[in-house]
């Protein structure tokens, strides 16, 4: 009776000692500390794989004075980013030159040299486009290219362009005309002094 007894005081004291207690901070089930190393919500948010990379290509065409000149700038630019270039074609019409190249640089340096190319001359259009691409290992954003092309034109009037299309034009008329002169002028004098003995013969019969 006395062992039941005291198993019961004891259960009793117990309880009444829990109850009294002042309760902990409770865990919360799958939280982190506050001085954790989180994950942050960019992490989970990230969807960009570490093996792919933005490939670019851009066009833009521009107005320049010196067409030749400024792809020789152009390439010189493409060349000291790291670049290449990678074709170039040249023509003329209407007495005007005209060059597309298509230059390759490295990712890393594609926005210095696209900004370099557009100092180049006066910018008529532009575009640009990119494409997500998967790298192998050791592919990175320096031995990765982009692709610029660039279409080089004269401006729409071109003062010196204009003035040498004039003196072109005054210079073959003048030419014509002193071909003809030198032409002519032989003849001419032929038939001056033709009629200038004919005009003496005639005085000297008649005296």
């Known amino acids: ?69 400024a792809a020789r700038q152009a390439k010189q630019l493409a060349t000291a980013q790291g670049g290449y270039l990678v074709s170039s074609r040249s023509w003329s019409s209407g007495g005007n030159r005209y060059t597309t190249l298509t230059l390759a640089v490295p990712l890393a340096r594609f926005d210095h040299a696209y900004q370099s190319l557009l100092r180049l001359g006066t910018l008529i259009s532009d575009s640009v486009s990119g494409d997500r691409i998967n790298v192998d290992y050791g592919s990175n954003a320096y031995n990765t290219y982009s692709n610029i092309t660039l279409q080089l034109r004269p401006p729409a009037w071109n003062v010196g362009q204009t003035i040498s299309s004039w003196f072109a034009f005054v210079w073959s008329i003048a030419w014509t005309v002193i071909k003809i002169v030198l032409i002519v002028t032989p003849f001419a004098l032929m038939l001056i002094g033709f009629v200038t003995v004919v005009r003496w013969v005639g005085a000297r019969i008649r005296k």
Do not use: H, K
């Open 1 to 69: 009776m006395f062992t039941l007894r005291s198993l019961s005081l004891l259960s009793l004291i117990s309880f009444f000692a829990v109850a009294c207690s002042t309760p902990g901070t409770p865990t919360m089930i799958g939280s982190y500390p506050q001085d954790s190393d989180a994950p942050s919500s960019g992490e989970y948010n990230s969807n960009i794989p570490n093996n792919t990379l933005v490939v670019y290509n851009a066009y833009m065409e521009l107005e320049v004075n010196d067409t030749d000149y």
